[in-house]
Structure formats: C-alpha cells, structure tokens
C-alpha cells in the first residue's frame, strides 16, 4: 500500500511524518512529491522528520523539496521544542495566531510567526521572532518584530522590524505603501503624493537610512 | 421554521444601520417572510421611528431579558405588514441592561417562530456590539464611500472574526455616483480593495430615504426611488437571489447619445 510508506501526524507544532520502518528511500520521495503536487500540505506549516527516521542526507533531500513548495521541514524531535516555547510564550500577545516555530542554531535562537490572514484595523502583531503575513496588512493594523517581516501580499498599515534593534531586519512585501515604516531607530513615513508600483519591494537600511527598492520574486 | 439571526453593524456611526434595518426588514415582509427586528441600541432606540411604530410600544427589550414579560408581549406588529415584527428597547435603560447570553437564549427561543431575526447594533465596539452579535449567524456590514466609515468597517471585521463570526456580508450605503465618477469618492474597487468581503449592496444617496424616514414608512419597494430599489436588491440577495448591481450613474444626455450610436 502506497498510502502508508509515509503517514502524517498531526501534531501540536505542526505535522509529524512517519515512516514505514521497511520502505526504501525513492518510495518516500515519490510519495511525498505526489502529496505536494496534490496541494495537501497548507503552506506555512510546519513539517517534522524525527532525525532517528532518516539518515541525514536523505533527510536534507526532503527539506529541499518541501521548501520548494513554501513548507518548513525541520529534522528534530517535536518532543524537544514543546519547552522552548513554553518558555517564549508569556511575552506573545496575540494568541491566536499559527504557533510559532523555534530554530535552536548554537545558542541563538531564531524564530519565525505566521499569520495566515489579513490584519485588520486595529490588530496588532508584536512579537521578538520574524514575522509572515500571508495576506493583507490593513491601515490601522501594526506588526512590530524582533526580526524581518514579510507581507505575501498589500502591506498599507504600519510595519517595524528589528524593533529590538536588529539593523539587518529587512521589511518585504508584493505592495509596499505603509503609513508608516520602522526598521530599528529608524522612521520613515510614505510620500504625500507616492508613485505607486506593481512590484514587490524590500526596505532595507543602507548607510543609516531606510532604502526601499524593488525585487524580484 | 428556524430563523437567519442576521446583526447589521457598522463601527461608526450615521452610516444607515438603523435605515438598512428597517429597509431589509419590510422588504422581507413583503416577499412573505415572518421577520422579527430586534432594537439594540438601548438609551438610543430609533428603529420604532423608522417603522412609525413608537405610540405602540408596550414593554421592550430590557423587560423581556430581566424576565418580566415573556417576549410575545414585548413585540409590535407593523401596521401596515402583518408578517413583521418590532422588538424596541428601552429608552431609559443604557447598554449594560442587556448581556450578550440574555439576547443570546432570546434568540433561541424567538428561532423556531421566525424566518429572519434582524439586530440592530448600537455604534461603536463596546459593549452594545459584543451584545448585538452573540447570537447572530450572519453578520452585515454597513459603511460609506468614505475613509473613516471603510476605516471603522475594516476594524468591526476583525472584531467579528475575533468573536468567530465568519459569514459577512458588506453593504455600502449613500453612494453618490456622481462624486464617485468625477474621483472625489471612494468607488467599489477602493472599497473591496481594504474590506474584501463579499458585497450584497451598493445603496446611493437618495432624499426620499430621509423623506420616508420622516413618515415612517421604509423607502424599500419605491420604484421611483434608486435607494429603494437597491434595498428591494439587497433583500432579494439575502433570499438567494442571483441579482445584478444596478448602474447608479446618472443617465447623461451624452451618454445617452453614445448608448444611441451603440457605442456603451
């Protein structure tokens, strides 16, 4: 049965994949690329491999695919990570958004929020991680971020990365014209009479000034 | 029967909540619906005036959730449409009269004689709107072609989804094609541009609204009326209709001409 070379388990943090202790490699890949191209994982959540499942070098053959198709595949036991965020939780305000991911490197700790909707007047997102927006940020709506933030969509509210003084934080987004945006210290609000694009665009701070210029994605 | 619970809010005020109401609940008397309206914009009731249903009021809103008269008392027939329904709150009373769980078994037990339970909300996101939309299946939204009311819809949105309420509709209200035409107005693409939700009616300005209200008799159904046509519109888009917008642009003397020419 094809079905249960590899078998997905929802978990807390996202989903769990499990495999047959007896299939080959090529039948996991195959049967991963076939659930992918089936649109069956929704983007943005995260995937887990227990690192005792796999060696690591096909592990890191599956990272890469589903990174191709916008998902997080981590290598690491769930059980591990259920405490890191315990630990980071009191400090999150808006609860009802997907869980946040945790990614131990060394010492530093590197975390990334997603927000699956559009922001509305009035909602805020605070939080020290980085942020994802799959969907508008409406005016009057505020994402402040330890990290970067990247808007899968309009961004028209009013957007702060680094706002704990990370410089290299950068803010992204398909439409770029916040009321307002901040990278660590540093403000800039948009032009009275703006010349809009249809492009995607980064702000970034180049030689201590916010630089806004358009990307390709 | 089981009743639609519909709440028709706005955020701000003075966008045509209380008119929308009012409107929405003679058209679905007049295709035969059993409608009950709920005023709860308690300390400042106007829906009874809409309806010219103030010299009949009895008991209201505050009496029935405090259990001192069971709802059947508390409800005023419209004189004109034997199928509708007035539940008017309290003029004295103010908004912490009523908690959102006493409007909430209200609703339940007023569902099976019904076939819509339209609630009018108070402005604003305090408590009057936390109570107004406990109970509600449907949520309409109303705003006008104006930054602040799109502004103040945006944000009642959010709240309604914070409070697990999914299915909304928008309504705007007090279109003034003209202004639209000339780019002095927000139009319907700004409009869905932020809200994004989908639209059951595009009302324009009309004097007979005021007219009517002054009289007491809903402007919904009047042919010679634009905003009356475009509410009879709305209420037939609540009872499933597939109904197109209609054109609001004023029939110019050029455009005429064009249309002539075959050229629009």
Do not use: W
């Not at chain 1, 890469?64 to 059980?79: D, M, R, S, T, V």
């Not at chain 1, 700790?109 to 805020?124: A, C, D, S, W, Y």
């Not at chain 2, 409800?75 to 509708?84: A, C, D, G």
């Amino acid at each position: 049965m094809s079905e249960d070379i590899v078998k997905i388990k929802g978990i807390k943090q996202g989903l769990l994949l499990i495999f047959a202790s007896d299939s080959k490699f090529d039948e996991i890949e195959e049967n991963i690329q076939k659930k992918l191209s089936l649109g069956f994982f929704t983007r943005g959540t995260p995937v887990y491999i227990h690192p005792e499942d796999l060696p690591k070098d096909d592990a890191e053959t599956l990272k890469k695919i589903f990174a191709k198709y916008g998902l997080i595949c981590k290598i690491e036991n769930p059980e591990n990570e259920i405490r890191e965020i315990k630990q980071e939780e009191p400090q999150r305000e808006e609860v009802s958004f997907a869980k946040p991911e945790v990614k131990v490197e060394g010492e530093k700790v590197e975390e990334m929020m997603v927000v699956n909707k559009t922001l509305r007047g009035g909602q805020e997102i605070r939080t020290k991680a980085s942020v994802l927006v799959c969907g508008n940020v409406n005016p009057g709506a505020q994402i402040i971020a330890g990290g970067s933030i990247d808007i899968r969509g309009k961004c028209l509210g009013v957007v702060h990365a680094g706002a704990f003084g990370n410089q290299d934080a950068v803010i992204i987004a398909d439409r770029l014209l916040p009321t307002q945006i901040r990278i660590a210290n540093l403000v800039a609000r948009a032009p009275d009479e703006g010349d809009e694009t249809e492009k995607p665009e980064r702000a970034s701070i180049k030689d201590g000034q916010i630089v806004i210029e358009p990307i390709e994605r | 029967m089981r009743a639609e619970i519909i709440v028709i809010t706005s955020g701000k005020g003075g966008v045509g909540k209380t008119t929308t109401t009012a409107n929405i609940g003679v058209g679905l008397a007049m295709n035969d619906k059993k409608v009950a309206l709920i005023d709860t914009d308690t300390g400042l009731r106007n829906l009874d005036l809409l309806l010219g249903l103030e010299n009949r009021i009895m008991y209201d809103l505050v009496d029935v959730t405090e259990g001192r008269v069971p709802y059947k008392k508390a409800l005023v027939k419209h004189k004109k449409f034997e199928k509708l329904f007035l539940l008017p709150t309290s003029q004295v009373k103010d908004k912490s009269s009523v908690n959102p769980e006493a409007l909430m078994k209200l609703c339940d037990e007023m569902r099976e004689e019904f076939d819509y339970i339209l609630i009018d909300c108070p402005a604003g996101i305090e408590q009057g709107f936390q109570t107004a939309i406990a109970g509600a299946d449907t949520a309409i939204v109303v705003t006008m072609p104006e930054i602040s009311a799109v502004r103040d819809a945006d944000k009642i949105i959010g709240e309604l989804g914070r409070a697990d309420k999914e299915n909304i509709k928008l309504i705007v209200n007090r279109i003034r094609p003209q202004m639209v035409e000339q780019g002095d107005m927000l139009d319907m693409d700004d409009i869905n541009d932020i809200l994004s939700i989908t639209c059951i009616g595009q009302v324009p300005d009309d004097e007979k609204v005021v007219t009517s209200t002054n009289r007491g008799e809903p402007v919904v159904g009047n042919e010679d009326s634009l905003a009356g046509r475009a509410y009879m519109n709305v209420v037939r888009r609540i009872l499933g209709e597939d109904v197109p917008f209609m054109d609001l642009r004023k029939d110019s003397f050029f455009r005429r001409i064009k249309r002539a020419f075959g050229m629009n």
